[in-house]
């Protein structure tokens, strides 16, 4: 197999270029992204990229993998490979800082943007809160976003507006407050949202329900989001 | 030192996991300037694996519940080495922790009254070991700790705490009088090194799994805090206590959380028996961790195990059907369908016992302040410097950490620390200066990877270290196998300390962050290893085939290790909780 | 939120304007039925008969509606295209003039579609005087 690796070291490259790298693949069993990656660099440890947990659940090392945004983690080479080929490239959209490593402060940004934390004026009970079965799997799905930016960066409207339009991961997350019947700032927080940009610059193109490792569905809060803010302002 | 620039800070706490963020969650609401530092976005931390809940006697599954119940399971699961006033605090204060947790919106599960949902954990029991299998451990699904570290991190974006993230702490800074005065650290997206003053310095830096080949631990999990304390001459605690952990995916690492024995989950061996039965007849699969790890040993050892070459077990949970584990475990099914390529509805799940918790650590007050021994055994405050979550050893765990200990000792220990920290800063505390001299000792660690010309490559050194912790200090330890690795380990830090750092770019350099988590990681191997050694007995996780009983009567205490003569000292353990009477030291069975 | 950008949104408020889009759209899809409907039912339509179709009551107030929510959906959705590709994160600091130019530019043509409409649609009747 063969592995092409964006790479880009300021300081040293004047521009990026695509490093390949000879890779045998074991005959017993599949191998994830970032194994691949792990044994490169073992080898050439300038190869530059993020990871942590290597399960799929902190999130560090989404990457473009032949053209798809994922986790090095959570992808076999066996589902990547295509013509014996790896390609590996940092995140799209967002400034990349080093070879696979991408500056995510904009995407960070945008998710302190929707207050992602829970609003609960009501005075505190010497116990917890009460929720109901069905009111507490209304966060299904939601509150598992890990920040990977993988939805994000494949948004084209996050692409166009990365400033204004919040992305489907902060959306997310606006969402997992909304829907969350122990908040009670929801008019504020829709509020917030009204604007033409926020929400309404989602097209409904899905990529982000495409990228997303955990299986969620940011497009739909997304609508939710939207219908509440109809309901609100009708 | 003129060309380094110099952050200065009230509060500083090291390390972004469950521990930092709350004890940061704590300073940045009392208005003091703090910063929590960590080498990764915080919520990247290796608290986001915890999966199967925080133990705590909140009285939602079991109206009668008390918290002196856990306070016994936690001491006898600790095999009495756990310090019982620490154990007392963490219990007693344990649900109001939790219900500020569930006040910030951590995501609960529920039950049927809305209250928050337990489940069943190891070594759990109702009415001091007499009442049967408690359900004690709070959970939301079996992504506690991702729910949890992310409601901290949201907490600490409300509060406007200030993080320096992917900042990598190289040295703590200790001035002429001992004062911890802040770290030397690198801001790794651009390589620059500045020095981080604060009047405080709170390690959080969590555990150091990575020593060991076999583990369930993050890739940064290569105990910075521990390596630091070490080279700053404080010592460490109970090193030689590593927990395993009963169910890591065989060939992978990866845990299958104690939660899934807990919804009813049970292991086998080769010949489809429930083995543990035999093992804890009572306690059964939910005996604590080091008594089921070693188990499974002796099953595969004794010719029992399965699998092609019979080493490793099963996780058996396909009884308990689709909707519990989609509801329960949903996490679990995900992981064993992507890295085990089970699925865990239809066939078991290949299990071995996976390196998983350091109990050990720098010895720590209630408070948070470390410690170190003078030469007449007392404890001495090391000034300026406090530690929490894995990285310290309060006590609470012991020789072994039970299920769901690790994110109350995060969350009960931070937030204490806060609170002790933000008292200790109101008293007016000044910051103490530090010389030229004082900030070398940090920066020769750098200049040292910064000038090698030649020598072995650090990542090959790294595997060598992990398999070499992996066969001599895993759930059995011989002495000779010990001894043996002792003298590699010498020899390995002499390969380190002339290992070559090929790459040394300035930009979001990982290959130097890995080379110094390299030397974090030999400090923390031959404190075990050393330790691990001079325990002439078997307590907890600490096992030894040459001295396979436990010695209360010369080794009921803690040990200390002391890395500038790599010496082994004694401390006591704490008997004197100030509500309930001692628990005294008793046969340990499940 | 850039007040400079906001500012030239026709609403600014984005659920207006998703709802103003909508809205118009439907408008604008019924007029197109009742006209390729007219024309199916009556497959051999003389301009006398179109005239009296497109000049009775609710057809020219259909009209005028279908020919404003033109230009509402129009102003929007070029709008929003302009600030997709014409961003000061894509061209730097000098996108808002350009963006001026083209949404001037857009603003004149919508503007003469406007009036040439509503021109032809009330003069419509004086043919059958």
Redesign the interface.
Known sequence: MQVSIYRY????DTEPRMQHYDYVLPDDR?LMVLEVLEDL??KD??I?????????????DGMSINGRNGLAC?TPVSEAISRDKLMLRPLPGLPV???L?VD?SQF?RQY?RV????K?DTA?P????????ED?KK?DGL??C??CACCTTSCPSFWWNPDKFLGPAALLQSYR?LA?S??TATEERLSKLDDPFSVFRCRGVMNCVNACPKDLNPTKAINEIRTLLVKNGT | MKNLRTLEFDGLIVGGGGAGLRAGLQLAESGYKTAVLSK??P????T??AQGGITCA?ASEDPDDDWRWHMYDTVKGSDYIGDQDAIEYMCSVGPQV??EL????L??????????YQRPFGGQSKDFGRGGQASRTCA?ED?TG??LL?TLY??N??ANTTFLSEWFAVDLVTNQDGTVVGVVAIFV?TGEIVFVKSKVTLLATGGAGRIYDSTTN???NTGDGVAMALRAGVPVQDIEMWQFHPTGIHGMG??VTEGSRGEGGYLVNCDGERFMERYAPTAKDLASRDVVSRSMVIEVDEGRGCGPNKDHVYLKLDHLGTEVLNSRLS?IM??CK??A?VDPAVDPIPVVPTCHYMMGGIATQVSGQALSQDEQTNDVPVQGLYAVGEVACVSVHGANRLGGNSLLDLVVFGRAAGLHIQDVLSQGVSQRSASDSDLEAALSRISRWENSQSGE????LR?ELQALMGSSYSVFRTEEKMRDAISKLEDLRTRIESAF???K???????RV?AMELDNLLEVAEATAIAAEGRRESRGAHARVDFENRDDENWLCHSLYFAEDRSLRKRAVNFAPSIVEPFEPTKREY | MDLVVNATSLSRSGLSDFLLQRVSAVVLGLYALCIVGFLIVNPDVDQIRWVQYMTSPVMLIFGTLAILSFAVHAWIGMWTVGTDYLSEHKMGKHASFWRLLYQVFVVVIVFTYLLFGLGILWRLPAILL
């Open positions: 070291i300021p300081g040293k599949d660099k073992a440890p300038s530059g990229y993020r990871r942590s947990c290597r399960e799929g659940v902190c999130g560090s959570k800082i080093r070879d490593i995510m960070y302190e207050d992602p934390f829970l609960n505190k010497a116990q917890e809160r009460l929720q109901s079965q507490r966060l509150y598992e890990i920040l407050f969350d122990r908040d | 990764v976005f919520t990247r931390s290796h986001v694996s909140i939790v219900y569930e006040h910030m919106g995501p609960f599960s529920r039950t049927e009254s809305g209250r928050i939301a992504r991702h729910a992310h949201q907490a974006v409300k997206e993050a890739l940064t990866i845990l996490g995900e992981l992507t890295y390529l490559n650090p990542a090959d595997a750092l090929e790459d770019s300035e930009v979001f350099n990982t290959a890995e």
